[in-house]
């Protein structure tokens, strides 16, 4: 699993990070000095763009550049992404500074930057609890992704310390997560918010218990197929073949026919192949769930051991180069989501 670090910028309290990279130090730092120390402070601009005629002239456009200015180890400017005039930068420093008196009850636990410097990320010590039995590590994890698609994510995520897998319940749970976009009141949005740490400890209590009760009650086999169908959903036809569906021979001419069946084939594969990867996931999520059973039988056909089972099968699969940010904020973090929503139902639902 690539670390996608950029450079060496990446700081870790006490204990290094399993890619290597980075410094390590004892001290407890505030964030600001935690960001200095990762050396994540690059700044980050929004730039017009322009697009050039044929005739030479240059024509301004709506559209503009996020650019991160050049570092000492990428001497160039580097464009992340394209944005609209409606988005907003907020610099590492900016967001350190809101974190600094966060940092003092929640120490920094890791700082860090990821690709071309398009996402850095905090995580807080939020301290420990024990959850469905198991020890636990709980974190705040605060990640900016400025590459114009993402947000400034704030989340609760405990990890079990058994096997390091994320919890990740998905950003509905408003009450320990939130994501903020990128609009002209980012920043007053962000020191909001991060204002509202010391208040959240009472939501970090209340979550906990709620995942104690995912390991309370023993379901059947079907709850835990449900568990792991709704994280793993039925595949979507590709666009074109949903279009194709009830054209006949005697909608279009015997040329295009005989073209629209050609690439209906290769529509159907490209189907296929979608279908045979949730399968596969699925596949895999029940073995991890047969497995999550023997190895702690006193939880088997739990709610908790069929999120477990979706959990392990996300954390540990190969095919994203952001495992971090994916399994809090991204794909996989929307997957596991889906599946405790759904073990949580179960578990009401018994």
């Not at 450079?7 to 204990?15: D, I, K, N, P, S």
């Not at 807080?124 to 590459?147: N, P, V, W």
Request: aromatic residues 10%; charged residues 25%.
């Amino acid at each position: 699993m690539p670390a996608n670090i950029f450079g060496e910028r990446f700081y870790g309290h006490r204990q290094p990070a399993w890619h290597g990279i980075g410094t390590v130090m004892d001290d407890n730092l505030t964030a600001t000095e935690s960001m200095k120390v990762a050396n994540i402070g690059f700044p980050v601009n929004k730039r017009p763009m322009w697009a050039e005629l044929e005739n030479g002239t240059l024509l301004k456009t709506n559209s503009f550049a996020v650019v991160r200015e050049p570092t000492f180890d990428d001497p160039e400017h580097r464009i992340l992404s394209t944005v609209g005039k409606d988005w907003t930068p907020l610099q590492a420093w900016e967001l350190a500074k809101m974190l600094d008196p966060v940092s003092e009850k929640y120490p920094v636990e890791t700082v860090g930057a990821l690709g071309n410097g398009e996402k850095i990320f905090f995580t807080l010590d939020a301290g420990e609890s024990k959850i469905a039995g198991e020890d636990h590590k709980l974190y705040y994890l605060i990640a900016d992704h400025r590459d114009g698609g993402g947000a400034l994510n704030i989340a609760f995520t405990p990890v079990r310390v058994v096997c390091q897998n994320t919890l990740t319940i998905g950003l509905s749970s408003a009450k320990v997560s939130v994501s903020l976009s990128h609009h002209s009141t980012i920043k007053a949005d962000a020191e909001w918010y991060t204002g509202l740490f010391g208040q959240m400890m009472n939501a970090k209590e209340t979550v906990t218990a709620v995942m104690n009760t995912l390991a309370e009650v023993t379901v059947e086999k079907n709850d835990i197929d449900r568990i792991i169908k709704s994280a793993y959903k039925d595949a979507s036809q590709p666009r074109k073949l949903k279009l194709s569906n009830g054209i006949s021979a005697d909608d279009v001419p015997a040329n295009v026919w005989t073209t629209l069946l050609n690439d209906t084939r290769g529509w159907k594969k490209e189907w296929e192949k979608r279908q045979d990867r949730v399968e596969n996931l699925r596949k895999v999520a029940t073995e991890r769930f047969e497995v999550f059973n023997d190895e702690f039988p006193n939880l088997a056909y739990t709610p908790w051991a069929g999120w477990q089972a979706v959990v392990e099968t996300e954390d540990y699969r190969k095919g994203h180069s952001d495992a971090l940010s994916s399994a809090v904020f991204g794909d996989r973090a929307e997957t596991k989501g889906r599946a405790f929503s759904t073990a949580l139902e179960v578990t009401k639902g018994n």
